[in-house]
């Protein structure tokens, strides 16, 4: 899962690579903020009163 980093410099390259984390990190942020929101909508909806994570366990339950 390497990148290649094409920059004149160490201080440079540092600066381009922690711009590639700080990025990466933001996008997981949001990735996992949505997931969330899934599975607590899918929480209050549920109709028999299991969590999200059981509801994953349950056969035919997949999310929409």
Do not use: C, W
């Amino acid at each position: 899962g390497g990148h290649l980093v094409r920059t004149i410099g160490l201080k440079r390259a540092k600066v381009k690579v922690g711009l590639m984390n700080l990025v990466y990190n933001m996008v997981r942020l949001v990735q996992l903020i949505k997931r969330d929101e899934h599975a607590v909508k899918h929480n209050f909806n549920d109709q028999n009163g299991t969590s999200a994570p059981e509801m994953s366990l349950r056969p035919g339950a997949l999310p929409e």
